[in-house]
């Protein structure tokens, strides 16, 4: 799959058409934010931080829409004055008004380009931990910022304060969200090779630096504990404790962290991965004065995209005059059965060619955090990331992050739960939660409407078992339920997987 570039040079399926209202744009001294102009329009947008609330609605915002404010210059932030007081100044600008990151400041864990040459020789010097992909993938998480204001993989206080209380308390008293521990396994070998030293060296599986950490902590790895608080069971057959934890060591180590050089993957999608940095950049170019989110981690069907289209729609309604959205796949680990990254790109890039969302308003990026499939507990972590993006909204479906029990016939989780706590989770009252409206394909109208159920008999509930079952045989689904180029693409994921003439089913091959 080939990354598309706009005149900027931004590496996201979009499409930027010149502008539309002959915008005048400038720069707010002391904002950091890109501003515009519009002699025909008297109102200005502004950052407040108004009392927490539970949940959304249309008449009670967290993050309110748009309204009239007189300009203060050279501060960073407006004074909240009555209505009553504002009078329409002669020139109002429009501005990008970004939700702050957790702790105020995003953090950078990149070493500066004129110090890598120095860390690198500096590592080959210290204790070596390799790194599994997950254990690269959490580095590349911890980098950016998406985990701020974590500086590094966590001490057993942190590690603790996540597991027991799904939050952080900063530096200044404020409460962050932290749902999921970012920690790092070593065993009993790695740990005395540590010995006294208080810095380590970590490395990629060919033996090459790729950070370090310093100020180091080793504390027990006390597995049933973390997996219990996080999963709400230990039944066996948990994806990530399979995969990440049953076989990691007996000790976490904690640290300061020092990355070396930006983490890629070579996979051909690096150039979607843009940072939270990246990201908020770019939605202050296009003065985006809302950011919803959409995670996902399965291909796009014409209900999420309803979803998302209804979504921007409310937005308008409310007075917001430019929400941009996020569509963010997953691009760490997942579980087997789900379709690999490289295919879902390859399908989301023809949902925007073929209009089922529209690409001046949408932005494509991977979000690059593996999947732990924990419910409740891990959307707190989705949503956490988006806010340090800029994100003010996001939307929230049924059973998010969730699966089927690893051993029982059931859902792991309670399908209503995901959005429940969201509204109620320490340290995410700033965030919009947006729940799904059910959609489901109208067999009446044919296509994907939201579910009436006054005439509950006019619908079909198309689930992902059934689309799966139905690309596998090579079926299409009834018109409407996806752009013909997505499914043609996941039809050609599942040929991919047909058995070979030994009868084993193959591997996927990169999209």
Not at 168 to 196: C, F, H, T, Y
Not at 415 to 440: S, Y
Not at 490 to 509: H, I, Q, R
């Amino acid at each position: 799959m080939n990354c598309l570039k706009n005149e900027y040079s931004n590496p996201i399926i979009v499409i930027q058409k010149s502008n539309p209202k002959n915008l005048k744009f400038e720069s707010v001294q002391g904002t950091g934010l890109s501003n515009y102009t519009e002699t025909n329009q008297m109102q200005t947008l502004i950052n407040r931080s108004p009392p927490p609330m539970p949940s959304m609605s249309s008449s009670l915002l967290k993050t309110p829409p748009p309204s009239l404010s007189l300009p203060k210059p050279n501060k960073t932030h407006f004074s909240h004055l009555p209505v009553s007081l504002l009078k329409p100044p002669r020139r109002t600008r429009i501005q990008c008004s970004l939700i702050d990151p957790d702790g105020g400041k995003l953090v950078s864990l990149l070493v500066e380009e004129t110090q890598r040459e120095s860390k690198k020789r500096q590592a080959l010097s210290l204790p070596r931990i390799g790194l599994t992909r997950i254990d690269l993938e959490w580095v590349h998480v911890l980098s950016e910022g998406w985990a701020n204001p974590l500086k590094g993989f966590m001490r057993e206080s942190e590690f603790l304060q996540t597991l027991h209380f799904n939050s952080l308390r900063v530096e200044n008293g404020a409460v962050v969200n932290m749902s999921v521990p970012i920690v790092l396994a070593v065993d009993d070998e790695q740990k005395g090779r540590i010995g006294e030293s208080t810095r380590v060296a970590l490395v990629d599986d060919g033996g090459d630096p790729l950070a370090i950490l310093s100020n180091i902590e080793i504390y027990k790895h006390n597995k049933e504990e973390r997996i219990a608080r996080t999963w709400g069971t230990t039944a066996p057959g948990l994806p990530y404790v399979e995969e990440a934890i049953t076989n990691a060591g007996n000790w976490l180590i904690g640290g300061d962290l020092e990355v070396i050089e930006p983490i890629k993957y070579n996979d051909g999608l690096d150039c979607f991965r843009m940072s939270p940095a990246e990201l908020r950049e770019e939605f202050k170019r296009r003065n985006a004065d809302a950011v919803f989110a959409f995670q996902l981690r399965n291909p796009v069907h014409n209900g999420h995209a309803l979803l998302m289209t209804d979504t921007r729609r409310r937005l308008l309604e409310m007075g917001y005059k430019n929400p941009v959205l996020l569509l963010h796949p997953l691009g760490g680990y997942t579980k087997a059965d789900d379709v690999p990254l490289s295919w879902r790109m390859k399908q989301h890039k023809k949902v925007l060619e073929d209009g089922v969302l529209d690409p001046e308003t949408t932005v494509v990026s991977i979000f690059p955090s593996p999947m732990h499939y924990a419910g409740p507990t891990e959307v707190q972590w989705h949503a956490k990331a988006r806010i340090n993006a800029g994100a003010n909204f996001y939307i929230v479906g049924r059973d998010p992050a969730g699966m089927s029990h690893p051993v029982e016939k059931r859902d792991l989780y309670d399908a209503d739960h995901g959005k429940k706590v969201l509204g109620m989770a320490p340290g995410l009252e700033r965030l919009n939660i947006l729940p799904f409206k059910v959609a489901a394909y109208d067999k009446t109208q044919g296509k994907m409407a939201f579910f009436d159920p006054s005439r509950s008999q006019d619908f079909l509930f198309i689930s992902g078992t059934k689309m799966r079952a139905l690309a596998k045989s090579g079926e299409n689904p009834p018109d409407g339920f996806m752009c013909p180029g997505g499914w043609k693409v996941l039809v050609e994921y599942y040929d991919s997987l047909a058995p070979t003439g030994n009868g084993k089913v193959a591997k996927p091959v990169p999209a």
